[in-house]
Structures are given as structure tokens and as C-alpha cells.
């Protein structure tokens, strides 16, 4: 049995990895970069090693130095976390033949979902519906304008190696296809190394709706139902709710199971997401598979009820999986923001920093996985991202209501943060209404861009105008207003005299 886990990460991913390891009475290992000497995830862990300098290619992403410290510590597992090295087949390849278990899937399946195309021929083999589009990297610019327009506009040209958004093209218009197919190639190549990319029909009015999976080694597949993840910045994901505000009954047994098939067909081993595009009639077409714990993860362990960290620490245990899909249901409706590091009013520009202080929302129904402290400084080579804030309650309209309630509460000063953005999302009529779709954002800009609505100080300003207006009037009158500060009641002018104060 695992005694001792290195976690392969850093931030709140890390200590979240920890609490799990901790909970289970296994030892954690931390390693940080130089930039990460005063991280939380570094106190937190039971031991913790130096790997070297902050970028993370000289330190988190390099294979050698993760398996030098698991050997020196005795680690006998590791987690990769999300990002660095989490969907790397050459390290999960290296964990084996160091003999140290790697918590999650076999370097076969990261390989087979890593590669877009590769995956997509493999789901068709298994009769899961995908995006119709081509099987085959496009080559030659006169194919890929011809295959085009078989498939009818619009669509979207994408990197097979692709992730994070990147390599990815909306083509509208066939005067583009040429130049988007170019730009998608060398942003891909630029991005993963590798220019192959691949057409897909765009789904109109896209939902992007996904599945967690769990499979163990002895041939037990469950899936713990659905996220919706379809408010997007950028093809990335900000906000994330289950259960699926669209979902009916019916439709989210088929997708849970094809679900279990896409990931069986894999071989799969561990915790696992199958991501699917869903149009507004709920037709579903598979669009890739993340293998590896995901950030929105603890909206599904919140509403399922299952830790799904301890669940692929018992995987990896080679223990057969205690969890039956006819006993899971889901509880309630939990919503997660991610909450990041960067000015929503300056084109969401990185804002890294010292926090000089923070409050943190507490309370019923409220979950925070945060790494910062006051007087830490976020470092600028990493993802900016601070923290995750999960609110759970029985229905939908109060779980929105205990997320604005828990975002007022969180204050973060020192650094600019997504706090305020995600505040007008909850109040935005489309999502209180759960009518939305991946144009959310762009749909909504009236209600989200903080430009279009009054700025604070353009309000403190009129109110010290209005103030002074008062005041001239009430002198000008020698004292003898409409309302006499004699006949106002004591609680009435002590107000006036601190709001005087604060002027
Ligand atoms: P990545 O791996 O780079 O994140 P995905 O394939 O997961 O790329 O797609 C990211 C997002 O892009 C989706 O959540 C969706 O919003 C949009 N998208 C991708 N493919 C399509 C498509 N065929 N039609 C419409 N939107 C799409």
C-alpha cells in the first residue's frame, strides 16, 4: 500500500492533493522552484525539495529532477496534479520503470486521448458519437478547402496535439480558410511541437458539458455525472455548476455511459473527464478527454459525495473500485469560479503581486481551495490563478445566492482580482435563468463589462458633489436650511458629522 506521495505540483492543487493524503495517513513530499520557496503547498507538505530556478521548464517539468526526489525521499507514488507533468506519457513511462506508482492512466491512454485525432478514430470505433469533421490530419490547403466545404460552414479548424484553447480556428467565411488553416498550423507547432490539425463541424449555440470518470484496474467503469462548463473566456473555463442547468434524465444516462465507453476503450485507469459539445437540442458529439484530475473537480465530489483524490490513491492502489453506479446520485447543486490573479477591467491582463490582505469566505455550504496568504507574493512565471471557490446548496437559485454572498465576503487587497467579473455573472439574467451557452460572455458583455456601468469613484464623486451642494445651501441660508441641523434627530447628525469626517 502507498505510504508516501510526491506531489508533482504546486498551489492550491498540491495542498487540496495533501489534504486527501493527509486524511488517509499518507506521508506528502512537496517540491518547489525557486520562485516557490514561501508557497503554502511547501509548509503544508510533510517534507519538502528544492528542484531549481522558476521557470517551469527548469523545474516542474523536468522528469529527472521529480524522480530524483522521489528516490531520495522514498516516495512510493506520484501525483501529478493538473498541468506540468499530469498528461505526460514519457513520465508516466519513467514512474514504471523506476518502479514508483504513477497515480493516474497508462502512458497508452494518455497517449491515445492526448492526440486528437488518434482519439476521434478510436470513440467512432466505440459508437461514440463525434463532432462529424475529418479523421486525417488536412495536408494540403486545395483538400482542406474542398473537405470544407463538404462539411458546410462554418467550422472549426483544431490542433490534434491541441489543449488550453490554442491551435484552434473558427472558420466562417471560405475567403478564410486558407489563412486560418495556416494560423491554427503554426500556433500548434509553436504550441505542442507538432502543426497536425483537423476539421470539425461548429456546433452552433455549443454547451460544453463533461463527464467525470473513475475506472479501476479490474475492469469497474462508473461515471459521477455531469459538469457544465459553458461560461468561457477564451475557450477557457470560468465558471463551472452541476448538475447541467439543460440536462434531462434521459439524456445524461446515454452521455454517462457513452462516457464509460470512451473511457473503456482506453483501458483507462483512475479518475478521468470525457468532454462533450451539446447543442440546444441536447444532440452530444465527444470532444476530447482530459486524463487527469481536473480544476473544476470538487463540484462533482460535492454534489456526488465521493473525494475523488482518495478514490485514485485507491486505484493506484490496485484496490477494485467500492463505488456502485446504481448507488450514486447527485445531491443538491454546487458551483465553483475560478478566481485569478488579473484585472477584469484591463482586458483581464495578468496581475501578479504581493496580497496584502485577504479574507477568506467561510460559512455553510462554502468550500475554498486557495493557496495565498497575506504577505505572499504571486509569483508571475506560473497560472495566475489564486484559488477556487465552491458554494453548495439544495437548488440552483440558492446556491447562486450563496456564491454572490460568499464573493462579497472574499477580499483580496494588494493584487487585482476576477472577484468583481464573477460577482455580475451570478446576477446576469441569461445564467440566473440557466440559458446559456459558450457565447455567454460575449452575448453579455452589458451586464459583464464593469466599463458600461458607472465606476465606483464616478459614484463617490457625485455623492461629495451632492454633499457640497447641501452644505452651500444650508449656508447660504445662514444656518436656517429647510432642515435645521437643530431640529435633526442625534442619530441624523452624528451620521452627518462622520460622513463629513470621511469627506
Ligand atoms: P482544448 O483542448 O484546447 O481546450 P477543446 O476541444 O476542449 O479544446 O475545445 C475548447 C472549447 O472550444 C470548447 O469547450 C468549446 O467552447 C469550443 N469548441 C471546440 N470545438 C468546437 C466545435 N466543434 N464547435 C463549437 N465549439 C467548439
Not at 501578479?352 to 504577505?375: A, M, N, Q, S
Amino acid at each position: 500500500m502507498i505510504k508516501k506521495i510526491l506531489v508533482a505540483n504546486r498551489g492550491e492543487i498540491a495542498i487540496r492533493v495533501m489534504r486527501s493524503c493527509r486524511e488517509m495517513g499518507i506521508k506528502s513530499v512537496a517540491v518547489f522552484s525557486e520562485a516557490d520557496r514561501t508557497s503554502m503547498h511547501v509548509r503544508f507538505a510533510d517534507e519538502a525539495y528544492f528542484i531549481g530556478p522558476s521557470p517551469s521548464n527548469e523545474s516542474y517539468l523536468v522528469i529527472d529532477k521529480i524522480i530524483d526526489v522521489a528516490k531520495r525521499s522514498g516516495a512510493d507514488a506520484i501525483h501529478p496534479g493538473y498541468g506540468f507533468l499530469s498528461e505526460n506519457a514519457e513520465f508516466t513511462e519513467r514512474c514504471k520503470e523506476e518502479g514508483i506508482i504513477f497515480i493516474g492512466p497508462s502512458a497508452h491512454a494518455i497517449n491515445t486521448m492526448g492526440d486528437k485525432i488518434t482519439a476521434r478514430k478510436k470513440m467512432q470505433k466505440a459508437s461514440v458519437p463525434v463532432v462529424p469533421g475529418t479523421t486525417e490530419p488536412i495536408t494540403d490547403l486545395d483538400d482542406a478547402v474542398e473537405t470544407i466545404k463538404k462539411i458546410g460552414l462554418p467550422v472549426m479548424v483544431k490542433a490534434s496535439a491541441g489543449g488550453g484553447g490554442k491551435g484552434m480556428r473558427l472558420v466562417t467565411e471560405e475567403k478564410n480558410i486558407r489563412s486560418s488553416v495556416n494560423a491554427a498550423k503554426s500556433e500548434a507547432k509553436a504550441s505542442f511541437g507538432d502543426d497536425a490539425v483537423y476539421i470539425e463541424k461548429y456546433i452552433d449555440s455549443p454547451h460544453h458539458i463533461e463527464f467525470q470518470v473513475l475506472c479501476d484496474n479490474h475492469g469497474n467503469a462508473i461515471h459521477l455525472f455531469e459538469r457544465e462548463c459553458s461560461v468561457q473566456r477564451r475557450h477557457q473555463k470560468v465558471v463551472e455548476e452541476t448538475p447541467s442547468p439543460i440536462m434531462t434524465d434521459k439524456v445524461r444516462m446515454e452521455m454517462g455511459a457513452h462516457a464509460v465507453a470512451a473511457a473503456k476503450a482506453v483501458n483507462y485507469s483512475g479518475a478521468g473527464t470525457i468532454e462533450f459539445i451539446v447543442d440546444d437540442d441536447l444532440n452530444y458529439y465527444f470532444l476530447e478527454m482530459n486524463t487527469r484530475l481536473q480544476v473544476e473537480h470538487p463540484i462533482t465530489e460535492r454534489v456526488v459525495g465521493v473525494d475523488l483524490v482518495k478514490e485514485q490513491i485507491k486505484i493506484a492502489n490496485n484496490l477494485p473500485l467500492d463505488l456502485k453506479q446504481e448507488d450514486l446520485f447527485q445531491n443538491g447543486h454546487a458551483i465553483e469560479v475560478r478566481i485569478y490573479a488579473e484585472d477584469p477591467d484591463n482586458n483581464f491582463m495578468p496581475n501578479p503581486g504581493k496580497i496584502k490582505h485577504i479574507t477568506e469566505p467561510l460559512g455553510l455550504g462554502v468550500r475554498h481551495d486557495g493557496y495565498v496568504y497575506e504577505g505572499y507574493e504571486i509569483p508571475m512565471h506560473y497560472d495566475p490563478m489564486i484559488s477556487k471557490l465552491i458554494c453548495w446548496a439544495p437548488t440552483r437559485n440558492e446556491a447562486i445566492d450563496r456564491m454572490k454572498r460568499a464573493l462579497y465576503a472574499y477580499k483580496i487587497t494588494g493584487v487585482k482580482t476576477s472577484i468583481p467579473f464573477l460577482h455580475r455573472i451570478m446576477d446576469v439574467p441569461a445564467f440566473k435563468e440557466g440559458k446559456y451557452n459558450t457565447h455567454f460572455i460575449q452575448d453579455n458583455s452589458k451586464y459583464l463589462d464593469s466599463t458600461k456601468e458607472p465606476k465606483q469613484k464616478v459614484k463617490d464623486v457625485a455623492c461629495i458633489a451632492a454633499f457640497v451642494d447641501y452644505l452651500n445651501k444650508y449656508e447660504s441660508t445662514n444656518g436656517k436650511s429647510t432642515e435645521s441641523s437643530q431640529s435633526l434627530k442625534p442619530w441624523k447628525q452624528y451620521g452627518r458629522k462622520i460622513s463629513i469626517n470621511r469627506l
